[in-house]
DNA sequence: GGTGAACTGGACTCGCAGTACAGTAGGGAG
DNA sequence: CTCCCTACTGTACTGCGAGTCCAGTTCACC
């Protein structure tokens, strides 16, 4: 049982770096049944096949983010109980950890997985789905609450300044990746935290 | 030499459609072939392979996608001569322009590439950063004649500025596709160009 | 000592990319 | 009229990777 966990994360973790390096479908079964040192019928003993494969990584990978999340949100909010400096610290938090990553940020998956559509099941596709819900949701909820506070300048629609987060960070990635530069996902959403300045600072 | 012009287009037709609706992988050749009506001979008499394809397509999606700021941006110009103005215009003809269009902007090609990286040989990746590199010049010299006039409210990396233009698009259309929604690309152009009214407006 | 979970290993099918090449239809140049 | 070239057709082949099937092995624990 405690083999089985450890075969399972462990063809996990070597197909997510592989996948996130040069995307879900040139990581072939071979690779990873060599890396984890297991044979192909092992591989298939834990999953049916490659979407089990990306169902268990996208759940995975959803969690781990939805924490992150938590945690840095956690952490402004010890800095500053304002809701608007909470939001701005957190953002640069996750700024100042994307330019960390050296062989960038995991937030490929959901875009990798959206621009590779067919190759997966209808299961997949709504996990995916409801996670960006769930992002919407948090950084919905967190804008109202500062709103509240801070009118803002402009009326905005509140579930689509939800999703500008992981637009953004998804935007950049794209270009971080097209590019070949590092900071483009930080840069853009130190220039999405000055949007929100200037939407909810006072007059 | 017409029927080559013909047959070679119209493959490159049938092949975008295909990868924009499933991605470049899931697109056999078997049925551009048979999408077309030639055979698979005819097809690598045109293409050498599919990444010889890969970079027709993108070469040529590129071009459209510049003619359309082109003509996008003229046209604004137009209605109004003042850089902001025309900006502000811009974005919100390319936001209709995104809601209008079904099946979704052809933007996806770019990120698309970027996420089967590993698919594709150098020159594909060269010129899908070289097209990301050229909206960057474009945006960031019509940021700067803006600021020209309206010095903005808070300091902006141009640079980055520039980028979040295709960032957004990009981001948005993640989204979009991922979410089975309509508008969230244009919604968040929309969101965007109500960043740089707040950025550049006079106070 | 028996059972079941976690595998190994090998043989097989299938679909798709890519190669090779022989043959052909049709238009233009001489 | 014929020659030649472009733009194909059609077939046969290799090779790779996914996925199936299954028989056999190892080892833990009841």
Redesign the interface.
């Known amino acids: 049982m405690d083999q089985k966990l450890d075969t399972r994360s462990r063809i996990l973790d070597i197909a997510e770096a592989s996948v996130l ?3 879900f ?2 990581t072939s079964i071979e690779e990873i049944v060599a890396g984890a040192e297991i044979s192909r019928g092992g591989f298939f003993y834990h999953f049916k096949d490659k979407n089990a494969l990306a169902r268990a990584m996208l759940e995975r990978y959803i969690e781990v983010e939805n924490k992150l999340y938590d945690d840095l949100f956690a952490r402004a909010r010890e800095l500053n109980d304002d809701p608007l400096h909470c939001m701005l610290i957190g953002l640069k938090l996750l700024a100042e950890m994307l330019e960390e990553m050296p062989t960038g940020h995991p937030g ?1 998956v ?10 997966f099941d209808e299961g997949v ?1 709504e996990l ?2 409801q996670a ?2 769930g992002w919407r949701k948090r950084f919905r909820a967190m804008f109202e609450e500062i709103a509240e506070i801070y009118k803002p ?2 009326t ?2 509140m579930d ?2 939800g ?2 987060v ?7 990635l ?2 971080q ?4 530069e590092h900071n ?1 996902a930080s ?2 959403i ?2 999405f935290r ?2 929100l ?3 909810f600072a006072p007059k």
């Open positions: 390096e040069k995307g479908e040139a490929c959901i875009a990798s997985t959206a621009y590779q559509d067919r190759l596709r995916n789905r960006i819900l300048r402009e905005v629609n689509a300044l999703d500008m992981s637009g953004v960070v998804e935007g950049g794209v270009l990746r097209a590019l070949r483009n840069e853009q130190m220039l000055t949007y300045k200037l939407l």
